[in-house]
């Protein structure tokens, strides 16, 4: 084994505890925002992996505006850049390294100009998992921060400026985090997402995000009302609330509240109040978590979209009792059918590994078995990736590679077509539609979302975009739908 987290000593369970679509994608800089002037310093932060990294990278843009840093779009020229890491999977975690590679040289070029060095920092869980080892793999890399951490970058930068040692912070601090984050958000657009839990107990034997994120940790109702009603007031339509492990939320309640806690129903509803804001999403969701009040507020909340991200992760109860989720293969089929009972128009979306250790050919075929039992809008699947550190590395029967491809591309094909019948039963349907922007090619067209996520183009001039449309759906493909204003 190349590494091992002790969990002991690397997740040093917070005292204080009061408590994930991650795909191997790179988002972009992510961070709409004001381009820099001339006495503003420079920040790239780029994002790797799941939408919880796509927050985190907008607040490191928040906590930095005030010390005079501006977001721009590349590391060309950029005073600080920041690479906002995942290591759910080998894949992602590498990356970061060939991009430091990258880095290098324009800090090379930028120290020869004279003008100012480039400070690099690595956050995220690739910081969290390697710590110091990053700066001796990439002495490049001035700055290592977990993701319990980032709210103390600019005490980390003037450390740095200092005594230009390499400074290194990983330690859980989840509610210093929610407490120091400010509550001002620069936003571009009508959909936010917004963190309300972090970390995870539920340790899945396949899965870094316990040691990587820490302890289960909710944050308070109030925290996320005033960061919400910010949002609102700056335009945001649509909320995604966000967690590792999203409903086992337990914040503690609003003040005069006559409760202690909120579970995430409670907080659906309490947010569903909220003046302009007409959309609300959440996820990770855990099958063991989606308690009776959560699977109510489908049918009772009308703001909640009717589109569930619940993995599944196999098929094969063998499989998932050696995964540790926690639970069978047909309490998944019930509970799927007490949320749909609640909300007929549902769909569903999930993750599925293939080729965890000892996964049997019967095995495989349970996961495609369930998956045309259930019948997904979509999903995300990926081969099994072993994680240094978490039990399912060390586990034996190690599925070949070549196997995992082959059922990998089986179960994608499933999906995918799922995925399109699933879209084209929308034919013919008026959907509500948030209108994103005006498309591109200027051609009269709009670019929104539909209840499903789908990306929906149809004709309608730039007055509608911020607005929640009916938009008659009259085509569609697999990840995207065309309508007619109705
Ligand atoms: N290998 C492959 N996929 C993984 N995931 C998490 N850990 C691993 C791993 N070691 C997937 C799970 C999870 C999603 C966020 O990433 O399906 O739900
Ligand atoms: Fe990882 Fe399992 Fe926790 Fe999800 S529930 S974050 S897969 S350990």
Request: hydrophobic share 40%.
């Amino acid at each position: 084994m190349a590494k091992t987290l002790d969990i002991d000593s690397k997740r040093k369970v917070s005292a204080r505890k009061q408590e994930l679509a991650a795909k191997d994608v790179v988002v972009a800089n992510t961070l709409d925002v004001a381009p820099a002037g001339p006495n503003t310093k420079k920040v790239f932060i780029k994002t790797y992996g799941c939408q919880m990294n796509v927050y985190d990278s907008q607040r490191m843009a928040d906590i930095l505006a005030p010390i005079g840093y501006a977001p721009i779009d590349s590391a060309e020229g950029a005073d600080l850049v920041i690479l906002n890491t995942c290591h759910i999977r080998e894949k992602a975690a590498e990356k970061v390294y060939s991009e430091l590679g990258r880095i290098r040289k324009m800090k090379e070029e930028k120290d020869a100009s004279g003008e100012g060095t480039m400070t690099v920092a690595v956050a995220g869980c690739v910081a969290q998992a390697e710590g110091a080892e990053i700066t001796r793999r990439a002495p490049v890399v001035d700055m290592v921060l977990g993701p319990q951490t980032y709210h103390k970058l600019p005490e980390m930068i003037a450390r740095l400026a200092r005594s230009n040692d390499e400074v290194l912070e990983t330690q859980f601090d989840t509610l210093e985090k929610f407490d120091e984050l400010p509550v001002e958000r620069m936003i571009k657009g009508f959909a936010a997402f917004v963190t309300i839990q972090e970390g995870c107990d539920k340790f899945c034997t396949f899965c870094v995000v316990p040691y990587t994120r820490g302890a289960e940790v909710s944050r308070p109702v109030d925290q996320i009302v005033a960061e919400i009603r910010g949002l609102a007031a700056q335009g945001v339509r649509e909320v995604t609330l966000l967690g590792q492990n999203v409903n086992a939320y337990h914040g503690p309640a609003p003040a005069g509240s006559t409760q202690d806690e909120f579970g995430l129903g409670e907080l659906i509803a309490h947010v569903a109040k909220i003046g302009g804001i007409e959309r609300i999403r959440f996820t990770t969701s855990h099958p063991r978590d989606m308690d009776e009040a959560l699977i109510a507020a489908h049918g009772t909340e009308s703001k909640l979209m009717p589109y569930l991200h619940l993995p599944l992760q196999s098929g094969s109860d063998k499989i998932l009792k050696s995964m540790n989720r926690g639970h069978s293969y047909a309490h998944y089929r019930d509970l799927i059918a007490r949320i749909r009972a609640a909300r007929p128009d549902l769909a569903l979306s999930s993750d599925f590994i293939v080729g965890f250790p000892g996964e049997t050919d019967e095995d495989f075929e349970a996961t495609m078995t369930a998956v045309r039992e259930i019948g997904y809008g979509s999903a995300f699947s990926f081969k099994y990736s072993i994680r240094p550190g978490t039990p399912g590395a060390d586990m034996d029967n190690q599925v070949p590679e070549d196997v995992k491809s082959e059922r990998l591309t089986r179960l994608q094909e499933l999906l995918a077509k799922q995925q399109t019948e699933f879209n084209q039963s929308l034919i013919g349907k008026t959907l509500p539609v948030l209108v994103e922007n005006v498309s591109a090619k200027n051609d009269g067209t709009v670019f929104g979302r539909a209840p499903y996520l789908q990306g929906t183009h149809f004709a309608a001039g730039p007055e509608t975009v911020g607005q929640i449309v009916q938009v008659k759906i009259t085509d569609a493909g697999r990840n995207s739908l065309t309508g007619l204003l109705a």
